[in-house]
């Protein structure tokens, strides 16, 4: 009787590993199957965001390019180029990350709108300080949330050899709107965790209302 049972036994168990071995099979060919068809998929959202970047950038150069302008005047067309193109709300959410909850909607509208208006600024008057500057794309990179990083790099003039990289993020609940930027990446320091920083010490001590009371301050500073 031991030794059927013996053999019962060994049969149960090399069934059990055919079976997992048909499952990971079949596990395997599907998640080939889903990458062969996300390809292409992949390989166009890529070259729609990068379009976006060498877009932005053409127009950007363009309008350093313009004579006749005054710094005020292309700081301003500048601006104008980067409220189309950036997403401000996704920006200000990761910026304030996990102290969003403590602004209440009307804060949240505030610093929105406060926060584009620092991030046009600062974007628009360093800009113009470049001259004769052109820009390569590189690359890009897929991130894992379906984000798309543009690398690029300025060639020419005072800033030549520097890196900046783009992360795009389609806007939309279901993520079918148009690709927009939501950080700008300097040499490896990113415009997010940077000021994500500067505010996460204000809110440390104080209330939303004092950073926003020190953004409303900033803005009607000069720029620097």
Do not use: C
Not at 44 to 63: G, I, N, S, W, Y
Not at 196 to 224: C, I, M, T, W, Y
């Amino acid at each position: 009787m031991r030794p059927g049972k013996h053999r019962s036994h060994r049969m149960t168990s090399t069934s059990s590993k055919t079976t997992r071995n048909r499952q990971i099979l079949r596990s395997a060919i599907g998640l080939f199957t889903v990458v062969l068809l996300a390809g292409p998929a992949l390989a166009d959202d890529a070259a729609e965001a990068q379009a976006v970047v060498r877009q932005t950038v053409d127009q950007v150069l363009a309008v350093l390019a313009t004579e006749g302008l005054s710094d005020d005047q292309r700081r301003q067309q500048i601006e104008e180029i980067a409220y189309q193109r950036f997403d401000f709300a996704t920006i200000s959410r990761l910026v304030i990350a996990r102290k969003w909850k403590r602004f209440s909607p009307e804060q949240r509208e505030e610093f929105v709108e406060q926060f584009k208006i620092q991030l046009s600024k600062n974007y628009g008057s360093r800009i113009t300080r470049y001259e004769q500057e052109q820009v390569e794309i590189l690359d890009h990179r897929l991130e894992r949330n379906g984000d798309v990083t543009v690398r690029t790099r300025i060639d020419g003039g005072a800033a030549d050899g520097i890196e900046v990289d783009y992360r795009l993020r389609r806007k939309g609940r279901n993520k079918d709107g148009p690709w927009m930027v939501i950080d700008v990446i300097v040499e490896g320091v990113s415009l997010v965790s940077s000021y994500r920083a500067q505010f996460a010490e204000v809110l440390g001590h104080e209330d939303p209302s004092e950073l926003l009371k020190q953004l409303r301050e900033k803005n009607a500073a000069s720029p620097e």
